[in-house]
């Protein structure tokens, strides 16, 4: 598969959803995905303009990977997919919030989400 650097876009962005991102100076957009039956946060990843042209085209949830330098769907590899329920853009333009249904766990370390290795103390407090 041939794999363009983030902003060589080879599916095409609605100009007026393009219009509204404000994007890194890597070009990217981070990307908070949620389940959408629970409100679970399960990762943060990063789009472009193509993977997120990917993403509503397909319903496949297609992300840039920054260590690897290429796009990659969910679970294309693992069998963990994730099907697009919804996307929304934040007020600033400057995020995305994908609502996903999982199949299977989300983090590249088997956990369910991203956010399962614990909390950090806030005020001054044991973590909880």
Request: with cysteine.
């Amino acid at each position: 598969m041939s794999v363009s650097p983030p902003g060589d876009s080879q599916q095409a962005l609605a100009p007026d959803i393009a219009a509204r991102l404000k994007r890194t100076a890597d070009g990217l957009v981070p990307a908070i995905v949620q389940q959408h039956d629970t409100g679970e946060v399960l990762m943060l990843a990063w789009m472009d303009d193509e993977a997120l042209a990917r993403t509503l085209a397909t319903g496949n949830a297609t992300y840039w990977s920054r260590s690897r330098g290429e796009y990659w769907v969910k679970g294309a590899t693992s069998g963990n997919f994730q099907r697009v329920v919804s996307v929304a853009l934040d007020c600033d333009g400057d995020t995305l919030l994908v609502r996903v249904d999982q199949t299977g766990v989300a983090c590249h370390t088997g956990d369910r989400t991203c956010f399962d290795s614990g909390r950090l103390p806030v005020g001054g407090g044991a973590a909880r």
